[in-house]
């Protein structure tokens, strides 16, 4: 009897090799590598011989202008959950959503399924890590004991197809979580990535051919990334990202890849006793109380996807007592305040180099637009001379490396969202006489680089 072929698999990049090293040569990832059964005949699960090749048959070609019935997204009823998913969910399709442990997925994804029960639709969510019973106290807490959701706990994926060929027609199913299922035409552990790839693949299949809305839990990583190979993320047609910070009580459901609906579009809920309620007004969290008194804070107009957010960035200047001083940053992009100081320093002699600088994003919102460069640079030259700014005024541009403020995009949303919550003054990059917004309720003080910004701000205008 030939014995079985063995391959070694890197659990962070999911390359192959054919025996075992302390380093991936691909990733560079240490003590990676797994030890895993040879893959046979692909994701299905069908075996092959060495050497031997089976003559494919041949696929029907359609036509570009043909008409398919199109089957209307489930609108859930839950409206940030419907807007980052573009709309509702797409039938036959699949979605990733990741998050830290305890972040709240599944508390939403249930809510999501008990809503969709109370619509009228057949809703299934299978659970890999709580048993049937712990599902039924976590619904009996949100106060969804009374919607008809199926709920099984199952980790044997082969059981949970035909699960669902069985219940057909299914509407929407939550697989809680991928690292926890397995199939038995795959030699590996559950979670590893042989299993993780392989039960994602006939999920997605399920999915295409039955035309049910697949819903798939992924673990995240220490760096934030969902668990297992990247190619995961490239098979799905949805990846959410719920996103949060333990020391505050909002949640922000993030959209990086979608095949029906816009990129970076955020929804925002509050978590309570009764599990995540829905916040329409983002800005008005985020921003907070303001009372103008307090140096270094500014009021950034920000867009998420297709969403106007303001959200309150504050810095604070301080002597260094170390040889190197410090920056810390909460929810921004240390690259962007490193470039941002480097240019108040060597364009505008202001003296950033031997302070500690300490830059924070209120609420918990992460930013890395680009636009916030003109915001915190603001709030450096404030804390830096003990300064507050008008409490009636916001900022946007991008700061280039010779010291210029560059326009940025969608500057009327932005506008129109700071004049919404009563801002009276907006401080922007020069706009040109095409793209200037023909009315935003707003006085617009245009600045073509730092040197007029520190010139506004010293005037106290």
């Known amino acids: 009897m030939a014995r079985a072929q063995k391959r070694f698999v890197c659990q962070k990049c999911s390359t192959v090799f054919s025996k075992w090293g302390g380093q991936c040569e691909s990733c560079g990832e240490w003590n990676s590598l797994s030890e895993e059964g040879a893959e046979t ?31 209307p997204r ?26 830290d442990p305890g972040i709240g997925k599944s508390t939403l994804l249930l809510q999501v399924m008990a809503a ?41 994926l082969p059981d949970i197809i035909a699960t669902l ?22 030699d590996s552990a559950p979670g590893s990535v042989s299993q993780v790839r392989g039960c994602s693949q006939d999920l997605i299949r399920v999915a295409k051919g039955s035309g049910v809305a697949v819903i798939i839990v992924g673990h995240v990583t220490k760096d934030g990334q969902i668990a297992g190979p990247r190619v995961m993320e490239h098979m799905v047609d949805t990846v959410l990202y719920f996103e949060g910070e333990r020391g505050h009580h909002f ?33 008005a969290l985020f921003i907070g109380d303001r009372t103008g008194d307090s140096s270094g804070t500014t009021i950034f107009a920000g867009i998420e996807g297709t969403r106007p957010v303001l959200v309150e960035i504050q810095t604070l200047v301080s002597d260094s007592a170390l040889g190197t001083p410090r920056r810390a940053v909460v929810g921004g992009d240390t690259g962007r305040l490193s470039m941002v100081l480097a240019v108040l320093d060597t364009r505008c002699g202001l003296s ?12 918990g919102l992460r930013i890395t637009e680009p636009a916030a460069d003109l915001a915190v640079a603001a709030s450096l030259i404030s804390s830096l001379q003990g300064k507050a700014l008008p409490e009636n005024s916001v ?33 922007v990059p020069k706009i040109p006489e095409r793209q200037k917004p023909s009315d935003c309720g707003l006085e617009l003080i245009e600045v073509p680089d730092l040197a007029a910004l520190i010139a506004h701000l010293t005037a106290g205008v």
């Open 352 to 363: 950033l180099s031997g302070q500690d600088v300490y830059l924070n994003v209120a609420g």
């Open 251 to 283: 949640r922000i459901l993030r959209a990086v890849k979608n095949r029906f609906g816009p990129t970076n579009e955020i929804g925002v809920f509050d978590m309570g006793e009764k599990g995540l309620g829905e916040v329409p007004n983002p800005s």
């Open 74 to 99: 489930l609108v859930t009823g839950i409206a940030e959950f419907d807007r980052v998913c573009g709309g509702g969910l797409v039938p036959g399709s699949a979605l990733l959503v990741g998050g």
């Open 41 to 71: 005949g692909g994701v299905g699960g069908r075996p092959t011989r060495p050497g031997k090749t089976t003559k494919g048959r041949a696929i029907p070609l359609m036509a570009m202008d043909g008409k398919s019935p199109e089957r």
């Open 165 to 186: 060929e069985a219940e057909q027609p299914v509407d929407a199913v939550v697989i809680d979580s991928i690292q926890t299922m397995w199939s038995d035409a795959i």
């Open 116 to 156: 969709l029960a109370r619509g009228g639709k057949k809703a299934i969510y299978i659970s890999g890590e709580e048993a049937i019973e712990q599902l039924r106290m976590g619904a009996r807490r949100l106060d969804l004991a009374d919607a008809d959701v199926g709920l099984a706990a199952e980790t044997h």
């Open 395 to 427: 900022f946007f541009g991008e700061i280039s490396l010779s010291g210029a403020v560059r326009p940025v995009n969608q500057m009327e949303p932005r506008l129109k969202e700071a004049a919404k919550l009563g801002f009276t003054r907006a401080i």
